[in-house]
């Protein structure tokens, strides 16, 4: 995980400091256009500083998480590629509900593309219902022990 919090941080940091020479520069900008005061381009300045806060949270986790788990091949110098193998993780291959929550969120998006308030609950309600369902989905069988 050292790889992927130095990402991140590298990124917030540059964007940081785009930001301040964004605020600056987009302030002389105006100055130069008008005979009024300092003026600044609080939207991109603002989106610019939340999309650093955003990397440096992402970060900050990665670093968390980094301290406290063993060393991943990929962050191991002396690493082979058989040190990577074997098993990822668990996958449902006969899951239907990844289906059903891309049909529920294009029903949300739809709302909100047409500003339906409606639609846009109803939507994120059955994508809730939907990922809860994914989830779930291995622990709904029959009672272990019961004949």
Do not use: N
């Amino acid at each position: 995980m050292k790889v992927e919090w130095r990402i991140f941080g590298g990124v917030a940091a540059f964007l940081f400091v785009v930001c301040g020479l964004y605020a600056w520069w987009s302030g002389d900008y105006f100055d130069a256009q008008s005979t009024a005061a300092h003026h600044l381009d609080w939207v991109g300045t603002v989106a610019l500083f939340l999309s650093g806060l955003l990397c440096l949270m992402c970060g900050g986790y990665f670093w968390f998480v980094s301290r406290r788990i063993d060393l991943r091949p990929e962050d191991r110098e002396d690493a082979e590629i058989a040190d990577g193998s074997g098993e990822v993780g668990f996958f449902s291959p006969g899951s239907y509900w990844p289906i059903g929550i891309a049909i529920c969120a294009a029903i949300a998006g739809l709302g909100i593309a047409y500003w339906t308030v409606w639609i846009i609950i109803l939507g994120l309600v059955f994508t809730i219902v939907s990922a809860g369902a994914l989830v779930f989905e291995y622990y709904t069988g029959a009672r272990r022990g019961a004949h």
